[in-house]
């Protein structure tokens, strides 16, 4: 899975969830620690 379909389901996980964490994200989508915090810094520069 790439990080733009990644990004599409962590945003769907937590229009459900309202919270995740980075373990969670990485035992979810199988990533490590620096792929879930990269993730997570596209999605706060990203306009969703």
């Known amino acids: ?3 733009e379909e990644r990004l599409i389901r962590i945003l769907n ?3 459900i969830h309202k919270t995740m964490n980075i ?3 990485c035992e979810t989508f199988d990533v490590s620690r620096d792929t879930a915090r990269r993730d997570i810094v596209e999605l706060t520069n990203k306009k969703w």
């Open 13 to 15: 996980y937590l229009e």
């Open 23 to 25: 373990k969670q994200m």
């Open 1 to 3: 899975m790439n990080q």
